[in-house]
């Protein structure tokens, strides 16, 4: 009986010489994925782009995957369809652990609205090639009429003018994680500034060990 | 025992890219951490959806200031929602100059059963003994994860290599010498990733092993497999590998004798080494 050459018994898993632990020596770090998840506006790529920095200025190899620029490469023939979503989500969660395993600090930002999604992408990275977990989440936990009235791509007022359909945080869902690493909020009212946000995450993964091999 | 040298937070301090210097951090202090799971709030209440999202089309716009570009975005045929480009202060230079190399991808194409996989593991081990960071992307092991929902008909081909090609772009951008092994049987498909990046960062290996050769090994009994009708569509068998017409590197048989895998690594670490890869 013959079969198309896409049986999955066909595909091989090949190891190599050069071990994750290596290349954590080599870099002096560990290699994790942390997930930054908020409302369109909630600051998620100022956050990346902050921590990205401030790993930088420490002498860490880090590496921003945004959503948005993702969708020119990688996922550009994905949109914004449920289905288009959670294979966006899978997709970047697969890069991450990628990035993660090479040693690196990734640091993906996506709105990733569904906890179902985010939840595949904690599980994926907490399989038997790893020992435990790296995949930090962290919340952006700002409130929808603050990220609408910074509106920074003019998103929420196409939405809202119903130009935009199944927009997060308008008319599609926002599931907030219910367990995060890390959560960045208000305090008084106030917004952390970037380099605010940034250092609250720096110090999770360095009391953490991520910061040292 | 190969030694290797440990990047510390020194070798970064003259790095004249990120203009940061170093700001004033606290002292460590002994806190013990635990992974502390923190509750949802309650101030995010789903609201219920509409029907599939409209797309709307949104002209391009620059807007330099916030540091988002507009694009306008087409989706299979239907132009998607204003997607920006977010740029980010910590360029591929800067972190060229941490790692000491540059960021390329060495992208090993051949029959099954050439060597692809074993020269990959000779080459990192190789650059690894050198300081160097590299990361394998074996077309078998991708399969495994980000390409899992694909398989082996032309369009799942072509959707197969794009992807790799999309993710050895963003490695090189990391400043990771990415080395992917994958039978990549198409030109058009291989050149469309030699074309995502700049100039001389795509380095084409070419393992020109005779199919005779490859199929004597047949070190995953594919070739049996497939010459007794079990696989179809099998590349060399019943589905054309085209050979590359311009790589950077081809590795052949001295007479009839293969070069064995370091030998090969050599052979593309020189290259690597006189094109500039190996220092920042």
Not at chain 2, 25 to 40: A, E, G
Not at chain 2, 180 to 205: H, N, Q, T
Request: include cysteine.
């Amino acid at each position: 009986m013959s079969s198309a050459m896409g049986s999955p018994t066909n595909v091989f898993w090949h190891e190599c010489a050069v071990g994750k632990g290596e290349r954590q020596k080599l870099v002096n770090q560990q290699g994790c994925l942390v997930w930054i998840t908020g409302l369109s506006g909630s600051g998620k790529s100022t956050l990346a782009c902050s921590l990205n920095r401030e790993l930088h200025s420490r002498g860490k190899l880090s590496y921003v995957l945004d959503g948005d620029n993702l969708r020119h490469g990688l996922n550009k023939n994905l949109g914004f369809s449920p289905e288009d979503r959670t294979e966006n989500i899978r997709r970047v969660g697969e890069v991450g652990k990628l990035f993660a395993d090479a040693g690196l600090i990734c640091i993906a930002s996506l709105i990733s609205p569904y906890r179902k999604d985010r939840d595949a992408c904690r599980a994926l990275m907490t399989d038997a090639n790893f020992i435990e977990a790296m995949l930090l989440s962290v919340l952006m936990n700002i409130p929808l009429d603050v990220c609408e009235r910074r509106d920074t791509k003019g998103l929420y007022k196409l939405a809202r003018a119903g130009k935009i359909k199944g927009f997060t945080g308008i008319d599609d869902p926002y599931e907030p994680p219910l367990n995060c690493e890390i959560k960045i909020e208000q305090k008084n009212g106030v917004c952390p500034t970037p380099c605010d946000m940034a250092a609250q995450v720096v110090s999770y993964l360095d009391g953490n060990g991520f910061l040292r091999a | 025992m190969i030694s290797v040298p440990y990047y510390s937070l020194n070798s970064f301090l003259t790095s004249k890219s990120t203009n940061l210097g170093f700001p004033n951090f606290p002292s460590p202090s002994p806190l013990n951490f635990r992974r502390n799971l923190t509750s949802s709030s309650t101030e995010l209440a789903p609201i219920k959806a509409n029907e599939a999202s409209r797309m709307s089309s949104l002209k391009i716009n620059s807007d330099e200031s916030s540091g988002l570009i507009r694009h306008e975005v087409s989706v299979n045929g239907r132009r998607s929602e204003n997607i920006v480009w977010h740029k980010c202060s910590v360029e591929k230079s800067d972190r060229q100059e941490l790692l000491k190399q540059k960021g390329c991808v060495v992208w090993i194409t051949g029959l099954s059963g050439s060597g692809k996989s074993t020269l990959a593991c000779a080459l990192t081990r190789g650059l690894h003994s050198r300081g160097k960071l590299t990361y394998v992307l074996d077309g078998d092991n991708v399969r495994h994860g980000l390409n899992s929902d694909l398989m082996f008909q032309p369009e799942d081909r072509v959707e197969n290599i794009r992807r790799i090609g999309e993710v050895v772009k963003l490695f090189s951008d990391a400043g990771v010498i990415c080395i992917a092994s994958v039978i990549s049987p198409y030109r058009k498909d291989r050149d469309a990733c030699r074309a995502k990046l700049p100039e001389g960062d795509f380095i084409e290996v070419f393992m020109d092993m005779p199919l005779c050769v490859c199929e004597a090994r047949d070190p995953k009994g594919l070739y049996k497999l497939a010459r007794a009708g079990k696989i179809k569509g099998f590349t060399g068998v019943d589905d054309p590998y085209e050979p590359p017409l311009n790589s950077e590197i081809v590795i052949q048989q001295e007479g009839e004798v293969c070069p064995p895998p370091e030998v090969m690594a050599e052979k593309v670490i020189s290259y690597l080494d006189a094109k500039g890869y190996l220092e920042a």
